[in-house]
């Protein structure tokens, strides 16, 4: 994509933002529940660069609402007053005129309020949970929510809980299976997980390195599965609070990612024939703030 957006200034329209990064970790690395202090604010609008990546057919999209279900533990879940990376990515998506509604069984993030509520905050993130617990629990939550696709970072407890790359690369694998269950044509964007502070990493190179060949052994043309890289150029020392979780800057970084490989999905899905006569003709659930 070139330069990504979340390192190109905003447009004059959009607020500045001040960088306050607070550094330390205490407890269980696992269940670390720590709160953010002084989070960093980034422009609430999108910069209008993001739009040189997007068809400019925008005509030919269905206006059904695709239902997207971020999952995993807790650098999908987020902290207040942080906003998650959900915040960052439903905005742009909403903005570039992409009808989407976030769908999971929680709402928000831990500890609070996030810093800007104006965003649909569903989604199935859950701090301190490991890949086989969620593997124990997707079949329920996707049977209710009904996802098209499915945005998945997961393998950080695992790892940091004493389980190898190995189980933890099944334990993925069966999250997929199960999601295929429940529908055939469910697209995964499967997350190699983001970078950690020394002092923080439990070896998410290993389990990063494996899930190419996971992806590989896993991607069917009715079910594709598309690996996002949020793991390049992902620096622990200015994107994370406490060497592990993302502050702004993080979340906002994991949007880029997330947007970059997601645009060509939703419009794969969009332009579908059997997605517009199948799926009600509806509006998004929110509107964003200009």
Same mark, same amino acid.
């Given at each position: 994509m070139g330069r990504p957006w979340w390192a190109i200034p905003a447009a004059s329209n959009a607020c500045l933002f001040f960088l306050v990064l607070v550094a330390g970790c205490s407890g269980d690395i #696992?269940? $670390?529940?720590?709160?953010?202090? !002084?989070? %960093?604010?980034?422009?609430?609008?999108p910069p209008q660069t993001l739009s040189q990546t *997007? +068809?400019?057919?925008? #005509?030919?999209?269905?206006?059904?609402? @695709?239902?997207?279900m971020p999952l995993g533990d807790s650098i999908t879940q987020s902290f207040s007053p942080l906003n998650s990376y959900r915040y960052y990515l439903w905005q742009v998506l909403v903005n570039q005129s992409y009808s989407v509604d976030f769908v999971g069984s929680m709402n928000g993030v831990a500890n609070g309020p996030p810093g800007n509520p104006d965003f649909d905050m569903d989604h199935e993130g859950h701090a301190g949970w490991r890949a086989d617990e969620i593997l124990a629990n997707i079949q329920v939550w996707a049977t209710q929510a009904s996802?098209?696709?499915v945005l998945l970072h997961i /393998? =950080?407890?695992? *790892?940091?809980? /004493?389980?190898?790359?190995?189980?933890?690369?099944?334990?993925? /694998? $069966?999250?997929?299976? @199960? *999601?295929?269950? @429940? !529908? +055939?044509k469910i697209q995964i964007l499967l997350a190699q997980l983001i970078g950690q502070a020394p002092f923080a990493n439990c070896g998410s190179p290993l389990l990063n390195a494996k899930l190419p060949t996971l992806v590989d052994d896993k991607n069917t043309a009715r079910s594709p599965i598309t690996l996002v890289d949020q793991y390049t150029g992902f620096d622990p020392s200015?994107? =994370?609070?406490? /060497? &592990?979780?993302? !502050?702004?800057?993080g979340d906002w970084r994991m949007a880029d990612r997330w947007f970059e490989k &997601? @645009? +060509?999905? &939703? %419009?794969?899905? *969009? =332009?579908?024939?059997?997605?517009?006569t199948s799926r009600c003709q509806c509006t998004p659930i929110m509107v964003a703030q200009a």
């Open positions: #696992s269940s $670390n529940t720590s709160q953010p202090q !002084n989070p %960093e604010t980034p422009a609430q609008n *997007l +068809p400019q057919t925008p #005509s030919q999209r269905s206006t059904a609402a @695709v239902r997207i996802p098209d696709i /393998g =950080t407890n695992d *790892l940091c809980q /004493g389980q190898s790359a190995d189980s933890t690369v099944v334990d993925i /694998g $069966n999250i997929i299976d @199960v *999601l295929r269950m @429940v !529908n +055939p200015t994107m =994370t609070f406490d /060497g &592990l979780h993302p !502050n702004a800057i &997601l @645009v +060509p999905v &939703l %419009e794969t899905i *969009l =332009t579908d024939a059997h997605f517009r």
